[in-house]
């Protein structure tokens, strides 16, 4: 289910078989490391959006969790925090973070949830290209919550 | 004077051309009425606008996924939409063409991945399945049969066009 009203009406009435949210992670930098930052951001929410297709009836896709590039991590964690746990009072068991932004690498056992993967420039890939690329990576999300549905 | 017979007379040739002008005159104010009037049909043909999607001497029994794309318009908004179906040959060797979303809640489901239940379309999300034909097994969550695409064959090539849901379970 997509953060949309249509969507959004069916969660409501099936609210007991849809118990996992998916949150990219989309940095915001307008330093020298823009375009890259745009990239991972771009990169995430591409992987994202497939994964919600292929999961459509059980995943809520979340708008983007954004920060700056320059917002201390822990003042970024501790935002993240209480965006899961309000997902988490509202009945969601499985919450996934998915991103290309590598400074969340450091802190991934504190943040179980966190899916990780590296960027690929999307603009210089022609279509059929992007298509596997895309693929490839959503299979990474995929197996990753297929597993964990399955403990 | 054997030319007489055939020679047309004034009043003749007068009624001649008027009814031919007159008739050329009513075609062309009709013409356009009979093209509002079986509109709807020559819509019908263009709106089912079929893509071609493989090979029919590539089809087998077995399942086979296929990824192609349609032109959707949403409003203003123009893109393409990736559909996926699984095609093969049933027992009477009919071409199949089935969408593998779930009709419980719009998963995608794949065939033949569960271990446990062999030969049979599986939904990662809340276990419902389908037999080989896309009919949902009884017990498990989906409430109706997977929909299946209409399907054309032309100089060999399968076409697929809208999916379409079967009713019944």
């Known amino acids: 289910?997509?953060?949309q009203a249509i969507d959004v009406k069916r969660y409501l009435q099936n609210k007991e078989y849809?118990?996992?949210v998916i949150l990219p992670l989309v940095p915001l930098s307008w330093e020298s490391d823009m375009l890259a930052t745009v990239r991972e951001g771009e990169f995430a929410l591409a992987i994202a959006s497939a994964a919600e297709r292929e999961l459509h009836g059980r995943v809520l896709l979340c708008p983007p969790f954004a920060y700056l590039k320059s917002?201390?991590?822990?003042?970024?964690?501790?935002?993240?925090?209480?965006w899961e746990n309000e997902c988490r009072a509202n009945g969601t068991k499985f919450v996934f973070f998915v991103t290309s932004d590598v400074d969340w690498k450091r802190v991934e056992e504190e943040c179980p949830g966190l899916i990780w993967f590296a960027s690929?420039?999307?603009?210089?890939?022609?279509?059929?290209?992007?298509k596997d690329v895309i693929e490839e990576?959503?299979?990474?999300?995929?197996?990753?919550?297929?597993t964990e549905w399955r403990s | 004077?054997?030319?007489?017979?055939?020679?047309?007379?004034?009043?003749?040739?007068?009624?001649?051309?008027?009814?031919?002008?007159?008739?050329?005159?009513?075609?062309?104010?009709?013409?356009?009425?009979?093209r509002f009037a079986i509109d709807p049909l020559l819509r019908e043909e263009k709106g089912g606008k079929m893509v071609d999607v493989m090979a029919v001497k590539d089809i087998t029994t077995e399942p086979v996924r296929k990824t192609f794309s349609v032109d959707r318009v949403d409003g203003w908004h123009k893109f393409k939409e990736e559909k996926i179906a699984y095609i093969f040959k049933d027992d009477n060797g009919k071409i199949i063409a089935l969408s593998p979303v779930c009709t419980h809640l719009g998963c995608t489901v794949a065939w033949n991945d569960d271990p446990a239940h062999p030969n049979q379309f599986h939904c990662p999300c809340h276990g419902g399945r389908y037999t080989k034909t896309g009919i949902n097994v009884p017990g498990t969550p989906p409430p109706e049969p997977l929909h299946v695409y209409e399907t054309k064959v032309k100089n060999g090539r399968l076409y697929l066009g809208e999916e379409k849901p079967r009713g019944g379970a």
């Open chain 1, 1 to 3: 289910m997509n953060w």
């Open chain 1, 18 to 20: 849809i118990d996992t």
């Open chain 1, 71 to 82: 917002e201390a991590m822990s003042e970024r964690m501790k935002r993240l925090k209480m």
């Open chain 1, 120 to 130: 690929a420039p999307l603009e210089h890939l022609e279509a059929r290209h992007q």
């Open chain 1, 137 to 146: 990576n959503v299979e990474i999300v995929l197996k990753r919550i297929r």
């Open chain 2, 1 to 34: 004077m054997s030319n007489k017979e055939h020679d047309v007379t004034r009043r003749q040739f007068l009624n001649y051309t008027l009814m031919g002008v007159g008739g050329f005159m009513a075609a062309g104010m009709l013409a356009p009425m009979v």
